[in-house]
Each structure stands twice: as structure tokens, then as C-alpha cells.
């Protein structure tokens, strides 16, 4: 086969993760991924009305600038997001402009703080496992953190709960059946599902859920709005089509 004879400039980006939640024999362990510059065939992508209507419009953009060969669906969510942020950079660089409380806001994505995974946190290296004990009712819970791959299989959990039960929204008590690997060392998915559905206390669950939001490594989407000398810290970064194509009118 001939080589391409067009040489695209590539980045090099930093997982936040550093890899260590990834076997050894999985290309991500390096804790970095290569990426290449956006292109016209990326810009065809941000426009293709099935991948948008389908919601896989971001995943196509990220897996056709990604060099690396990876298995998408194996990467942390965490480590997704700082993905996210480099393939906007790399496609319309670092000032990301848009509209907050009716006033034009322009936020420099390369100020966007990364938060690091733990490695004391790492019980056993390579291995994506972490333990908590519930603060209410005392039981051991193991847990991992969530690969887009669990995401898609969660997603397709939810659209088929809907067909039985369209007014129901089952979301967080899914992904928590997604997340824990045992309780009380009982790793039987069943167990764990009825667990999940009638033992876990709704207090455990937010001590969980924010023990969770502490301890995972990603990209602090956040920003501070200043309006007439006043300012409102960590404003979520409002992410659309138009956080990678700007003016897109999408």
C-alpha cells in the first residue's frame, strides 16, 4: 500500500489517568495518546446529521483524530474528557467563545485545571479497582471507574427500561449497578443489582457518588464569570456542536 504522502502535524496528549488504571498490554498503560490536527474530513463529521441526531457525533470527531491505536471503547470517561479538550484546541485553538447570562464570554481551554489520578489511591497497579466503605450502613463496597464502552452498554440498559417504562428514570441506580464490582467482597451481579435496588441507602449513595467525583482524574470543566466586579466561580463550560466547530450555527 503507498504511504500517505500528506504528513499531518500530531500532539502528543497526557492522559490524566497517567495510564495506570489500563493493563500492560493495552496501548493506553503509556498514559499518553497521539493525536492528529483537525481536518475537513473532521469538519464533514460535526455535520453529518445521522452521527448528531444519533448523539455519536463528539465520539466519531475524537476517534478520527486519535493516531494511536486504541480501542475507544476502553477509555476512561475521565481520561475522554481531557481528550475533549485537546481535539478542540488542536481544531480551533485555546479561546473557546460563547454566551453566558446574555454576555459574550471568551475562556482560554488551556487554563482548564486537570485534576491527576492518586496513585496512592491505586491498591493494585494496572488494576481499575477502588474500595469505600458506606458511611451510614458500614458495608464494603469495591468499585471501578466507568470506560466509554460501560457508557455505551448503559445507554442501551436505559433505552430498553424506557420501552418498559417510559416515565420511569432509572440513570443513577443503572450506572451504579455498572460501577460496583462487590459489596461485602459478594461479587455475583445479582447481588450487587439487588443491592443497588433495595439496601443502598440514599444517603450512602451521595457520600459514594461524591467520594467518586473526588478520587477520579479528568478535566475540571469549570470557569469563573466576572460581571460588574462580581464573580461566580466554577460555572460549568457550557459544551455543544459549537465548543468544536465556533459560529457553526448548530
Given amino acids: 500500500m503507498e504511504e500517505n504522502k500528506y504528513k499531518f502535524p500530531t500532539e502528543i496528549v497526557e492522559l490524566p489517568s497517567k495510564g495506570l488504571l489500563y493493563s500492560e498490554d493495552n496501548p493506553l498503560s503509556s498514559g499518553k495518546i497521539e493525536m492528529k490536527y483537525m481536518t475537513a474530513k473532521e469538519e464533514d463529521i460535526l455535520t453529518n446529521q445521522n452521527y448528531i441526531r444519533q448523539g455519536t457525533v463528539i465520539d466519531k470527531l475524537l476517534q478520527s483524530m486519535i493516531v ?33 447570562n446574555g454576555e459574550e464570554v471568551t475562556v482560554d ?7 491527576l489520578l492518586d496513585e496512592s489511591l491505586v491498591k493494585t497497579s ?4 477502588f474500595h469505600f466503605t458506606l458511611p451510614h450502613s458500614g458495608n464494603e463496597i469495591s468499585f471501578r471507574l466507568l470506560t466509554h464502552g460501560d457508557d455505551k452498554k448503559i445507554e442501551q440498559e436505559l433505552d430498553g427500561l424506557k420501552k418498559i417504562d417510559p416515565k420511569g428514570n ?15 467482597g459478594n461479587r455475583e451481579k445479582k447481588d450487587i443489582r439487588e443491592f443497588v435496588d433495595n439496601a443502598f441507602l440514599a444517603r450512602d449513595s451521595r457520600a459514594f457518588r461524591e467520594y467518586v467525583s473526588k ?36
Fill in 68 to 100: 494511536s491505536k486504541i480501542n475507544y471503547d476502553d477509555l476512561l470517561v475521565a481520561d475522554k474528557d481531557a481528550i475533549m479538550v485537546s481535539a478542540r484546541i488542536l481544531g480551533y485553538g485555546k479561546d473557546y467563545v460563547f454566551t453566558y
Fill in 109 to 115: 481551554l488551556t487554563t482548564m485545571k486537570e485534576k
Fill in 126 to 129: 494496572r488494576v481499575n479497582e
Fill in 170 to 184: 432509572p440513570e443513577l441506580s443503572t450506572r451504579l449497578k455498572h460501577m460496583i464490582l462487590s459489596v461485602n
Fill in 215 to 250: 478520587l477520579a482524574p479528568g478535566v475540571e470543566l469549570k470557569f469563573n464569570y466576572v460581571s460588574d466586579g462580581n464573580v461566580e466561580e466554577g460555572v460549568t463550560l457550557p459544551i455543544g456542536l459549537n465548543f468544536f466547530w465556533p459560529d457553526s450555527g448548530i
